[in-house]
Nanobody, 114 residues
Framework: QVQLVESGGGLVQPGGSLRLSCASSGSFFGIYGMGWYRQAPGKQRELVAAITSGGSTNYADSVKGRFTISRDNAKRTLYLQMNSLKPEDTAAYYC????????WGQGTQVTVSS
C-alpha cells in the first residue's frame, strides 16, 4: 500500500506563502496523476490542484494564479506552492492520487490568520 506523507503546513499571515510537500513510498509514482486536496472545518474535501503524469495541471478557480502544483518524479515528491494566501485557504491539506484512492494520509494544517 502506497504511503503519502504531507508536510510544510503552518501558520501564515494573509498575503504570505507556504510550500507543501508530499513524499510517496510508491515505486511507480511517476505514472500516476496526483492531486492536492483540502478540507476546511465543516466543509467537504475539495480538489485544489491536479497534475498528470505528463505534467499538465489544473486548478480550482479559487486558487488559480496563486497556487502552483509540481512534481519531482525522481524524488517521488509532489509540491504545492501557495502564494498570496487568504484566510479562506485555511484548511487541512492532503495529497492523493487523482482520481483519489480510498486511503488518505494525515494531511498538513494550513492556517492563514493575522
Amino acid at each position: 500500500q502506497v504511503q503519502l506523507v504531507e508536510s510544510g503546513g503552518g501558520l501564515v499571515q494573509p498575503g504570505g506563502s507556504l510550500r507543501l510537500s508530499c513524499a510517496s513510498s510508491g515505486s511507480f509514482f511517476g505514472i500516476y496523476g496526483m492531486g492536492w486536496y483540502r478540507q476546511a472545518p465543516g466543509k467537504q474535501r475539495e480538489l485544489v490542484a491536479a497534475i498528470t503524469s505528463g505534467g499538465s495541471t489544473n486548478y480550482a478557480d479559487s486558487v488559480k494564479g496563486r497556487f502552483t502544483i509540481s512534481r519531482d518524479n525522481a524524488k517521488r515528491t509532489l509540491y504545492l506552492q501557495m502564494n498570496s494566501l487568504k484566510p479562506e485557504d485555511t484548511a487541512a491539506y492532503y495529497c492523493n492520487h487523482h482520481p483519489p484512492r480510498p486511503n488518505w494520509g494525515q494531511g498538513t494544517q494550513v492556517t492563514v490568520s493575522s
